[in-house]
């Protein structure tokens, strides 16, 4: 049997990208694959007793090293303030390419706390900043200084002790850039940098509720229990400045999904799968179920897309456990729940399929990064008739949008003087839109299409770009989806439904997070790590960690 | 010391806010950062450009052009990069001048290696030739055919080759694309406002 790659205008619909969970290719958890042979250490030490201060942590292989500098800082209550306009965070987090000297510590002591404020150097190769979960934070130190451990369920209905608001890299601030690091074998995957930094800060937030419990309290303090630990992960809040990444690497955003495509179609592809298999994928459909209860959210439009996972589960728990092992026997998995449930099961259960076969998918991890580069330069000798039939081809679900509808054309995107993030507005009552930024890609590329059509069809791109160049960063696109289909967001990205958090959720999916916790249309929350291996023990991992049972 | 992604960035949004089409501005960001990165000045020869008025100065935009004076660099360079696959051009050609001739040379070389072609360039006080491949001659008769007591300094580290002023003007200028929040727009936008303590 043939089994084809899921065509892109299912796949890359918004809706169905942002129903999109962690899976054995989340960054997170091959970065955990890579360097679990790896040697992690805490090199320095310096809190006092508050717990404010410093800790490096180092990882190392012969003559690899890489080192977290954390800072911990005090900040008033009044400080720890809104979360786009905070200047000041309870820790920051600067990832040293090497081992740092004395003086590469005060110069970073100066500027890292600073955040986008401050300046670092290419020696610096990934910049964080976090805030505590305070109620948390101090029931655990309250609890461990008396000697007990803290309660689990509020731990776990929050899922960590600090959350990070921004994690940066290639080349911001002064980092290193990207070609400093992207030759290096044990960073060929996407985000691995980040990945490690935000690892290693879960550690950080762990020593520092240990270290502070036990200064409160020497003699009756406990270490918090590693079972514990295990379960907690780190937070993250996102907001919009995540949703342009994914629209400005369309080549990058092909190689993520591509590499999940191909390991859904080797899946299905699987002839005969034994008892074995089955039963693997049960146990994981078992234990997830009952974490996803842990899932909290305030969301109503999380809420319900919970309660319809919960519901199709169930119908789908029938269906797999009456299935017999025939041929094809993912195939025949694979088509049920495309056609019975929902975009988020379906989606949850191509992840799960893809933890049953790690020699299938882990390798394709590898091909998840590319060089963009090769992707920019337009081919000129390209006739415009060739390049209306590929619009046609390729952007079909776009040429019956009416843009002269202003519910189509509703939104601008920006770029915040204020924060220098994307930031996304309404067209219509809001100053700026003469700033847009170039991210309307439906409109534009209608538009271009529309121009072309006027013009000589047997004249080359050359020709046309001599007296058109307002359309030629659409042009680039259109030809990187003629050899990258899996390139572009099939939806119209200013149009009034647009749901921007669904574009978050689509990268933050291949970060590897887990309970999405949208708190409005345009910011999530969000854990990593939870469940992961403690620092001491990531040698240990075998990749089964994320389905785990959170006790 | 900023970054080639920063130097790129700024470029792009730069020239954005001089009224280049965003394709353009891209193309203008990448060819400042290679020149850069090969650390030859090319920050500065923009400051250069803008300071001339890139809207003042003559685009190319057909190869028998009868006006060819005061040419900007930019649009010289596109013209070649997009027009160079056509064989009606593989000849020689003369214009009259051309500011900041370093700017054309990332796109005289793309162009070079896309197609495969050879640019020779010759001016009474500039001769260079951009090759497919990726050693280029600026005038070669500046090479002796002897040379004693020489160095050779190799380093990872790029030096910085613009002042800091212009670095701080771009970055200035850069901020023209960027669109002042109100504080509603600060809750609009982003979705804040919503207090992230928990």
Redesign the interface.
């Known amino acids: 049997m043939h089994i084809e790659l899921r065509k892109p205008e299912i796949v890359m619909k918004l809706d169905r990208l942002g129903s999109f969970h962690q899976s054995k290719l989340s960054f997170l958890r091959s970065f955990i694959r890579e360097f679990k042979s790896w040697d992690f250490k805490t090199k320095e030490f310096f809190l006092n007793d508050q717990g404010f201060g410093h800790i490096v942590y180092e990882v190392n292989k012969g003559q690899k090293k890489y080192s977290l500098i954390c800072f911990s800082n005090h900040i008033e209550n009044t400080e720890?303030?809104?979360?786009?306009?905070a200047t000041k965070w309870d820790a920051s987090f600067v990832l040293f390419d090497g081992v740092p000297a004395k003086a590469d510590i005060e110069r970073l002591k100066a500027n890292v706390p600073l955040q986008e404020q401050g300046r670092v150097?290419?020696k610096e190769l990934c910049l964080s900043r976090a805030?505590k979960?305070?109620?948390?934070f101090e029931h655990v130190v309250d609890k461990l200084s008396q000697g007990e451990q803290p309660d689990t369920k509020l731990l776990y209905d929050?899922g960590y002790l600090y959350?990070t608001?921004a994690v940066y890299g290639?080349?911001?601030?002064?980092?290193?850039?990207?070609?400093?690091v992207q030759d290096r074998e044990e960073l060929k995957g996407p985000f691995r940098l980040e990945m490690m930094l935000v690892y290693l800060a879960r550690q950080f937030t762990f020593d520092v509720v240990n270290h502070v419990a036990h200064s409160r309290s020497p003699e009756k303090a406990v270490r918090l229990s590693e079972d514990i630990a295990r379960n907690l992960g780190i937070g993250n809040?996102t907001?919009?400045g995540m949703a342009p990444f994914i629209v400005n690497h369309p080549a990058l955003l092909n190689q993520w999904i591509i590499a999940k495509e191909k390991a859904l179609k080797l899946i299905r592809s699987i002839s005969s799968v034994n008892q074995n298999d089955k039963n693997t994928f049960q146990l994981y459909l078992t234990t997830i179920q009952e974490n996803i209860k842990f899932w909290k959210t305030e969301s109503e439009y999380q809420k319900n897309k919970n309660r319809q996972l919960l519901k199709d589960l169930d119908s789908f728990q029938s269906f797999f456990s009456t299935t017999s092992l025939d041929k094809f026997f993912w195939n025949t998995i694979y088509k049920w729940i495309e056609a019975n449930t929902q975009a988020e099961c379906c989606e949850f259960i191509v992840s799960l399929m893809m933890e049953v076969y790690p020699d299938i998918v882990e390798p394709l991890s590898y091909e998840m990064s590319i060089n963009e580069?090769e992707y920019?330069?337009?081919?000129?000798?390209r006739t415009i008739d060739e390049i209306c039939k590929l619009i046609e081809n390729q952007y079909t679900w776009l040429l019956n949008i009416n843009f002269d509808n202003k519910e189509n054309v509703f939104n601008f995107w920006?770029?915040?003087?204020?924060?220098?993030?994307p930031?996304?507005?309404?067209r219509f009552t809001?100053?700026?839109s003469d700033?847009e930024l170039?991210l309307a890609i439906a409109r534009d590329i209608s538009a271009l299409y529309n121009d072309l059509k006027s013009c000589k069809s047997d004249k080359?791109?050359?020709y046309y770009?001599?007296?058109n160049?307002?359309?030629?960063?659409?042009?680039?696109r259109v030809l990187i989806c003629e050899q990258l289909p899996y390139s572009e967001i099939q939806d119209n990205t200013i149009s009034k439904t647009l749901i921007?958090v669904d574009m978050l959720r689509l990268k933050l999916s291949f970060f590897g997070a887990t309970r999405f916790d949208p708190?409005?249309?345009?910011?999530v929350?969000i854990t990593m790590y939870q469940g992961a291996p403690l620092m001491k023990e990531i040698s240990k991992s075998d990749d089964t960690w994320s389905y785990k049972k959170i006790a | 010391?900023?970054?080639?992604?920063?130097i790129e960035t700024t470029v792009k949004r730069s020239s954005r806010a001089k009224g280049?089409?965003?394709?353009?501005s891209?193309?203008a960001g990448?060819a400042v950062r290679l020149l850069e990165q090969s650390e030859f000045q090319g920050l500065e020869s923009f400051k250069r450009l803008i300071d001339l008025g890139l809207s003042g100065l003559n685009k190319l935009?057909?190869i028998d052009q009868s006006d060819t004076s005061n040419l900007c660099p930019i649009h010289f360079g596109?013209?070649f990069?997009?027009?160079s696959?056509?064989e009606d051009i593989h000849r020689s050609h003369n214009f009259k001048n051309l500011n900041e001739p370093l700017l054309i040379l990332p796109f005289l070389s793309?162009s070079a290696k896309?197609n495969l072609l050879y640019f020779h360039f010759h001016s009474s006080n500039l001769n260079f030739t951009i090759s497919p491949g990726d050693i280029y001659f600026f005038d070669q008769n500046m090479f002796p055919e002897y040379i004693s007591d020489f160095s050779l300094s190799i380093t990872?580290q790029?030096k910085s080759i613009y002042s800091q002023s212009t670095w701080d003007y771009l970055y200035k200028l850069s901020?023209?694309?960027?669109?002042?929040?109100t504080e509603e727009?600060?809750i609009?936008?982003?979705?804040?406002?919503?207090?992230?303590?928990?």
Do not use: C
């Open positions: 720890r303030s809104d979360r786009v306009i150097s290419e805030n979960s305070v109620r948390v929050v959350r608001t290639s080349g911001k601030f002064g980092l290193a850039d990207r070609i400093k809040s907001g919009l580069d920019f330069d337009i081919d000129t000798s920006y770029y915040s003087k204020n924060k220098q993030e930031r996304m507005s309404d809001e100053e700026g700033l170039p080359d791109l050359g770009l001599l007296k160049q307002e359309y030629r960063h659409i042009l680039r921007p708190r409005s249309d345009r910011w929350r | 010391m900023h970054s080639l992604y920063e280049l089409s965003w394709g353009l891209e193309e990448k935009l057909d596109i013209f990069l997009d027009q696959h056509n793309k896309n990872t790029r901020l023209e694309t960027f669109v002042e929040e727009k600060k609009s936008g982003a979705g804040a406002g919503l207090t992230d303590n928990d």
